[in-house]
């Protein structure tokens, strides 16, 4: 019985996006570590600095 693997739906940004970890407990990923936290700043709200008022928290 073959189990044929489906790709999870991801954002169309991050299409191809593979995360990996290894033996070692390294994670590896095929896309640079600055655009994944770019394309997470830019997608997701953190919930821990949503209220802060010492901050300038604008969306690009």
Request: glycine fraction near 4%; proline fraction near 2%.
């Amino acid at each position: 019985m073959s189990k044929k693997k489906e790709k999870a739906k991801v954002h169309e940004d991050l299409d191809g996006f593979e995360l990996k970890v290894n033996s070692f407990g390294e994670i590896k990923s095929n896309l640079p570590i600055d655009e994944l936290n770019k394309f997470l700043n830019k997608n997701v709200e953190d919930k821990k600095l949503k209220d802060r008022d010492d901050l300038d928290l604008k969306k690009d």
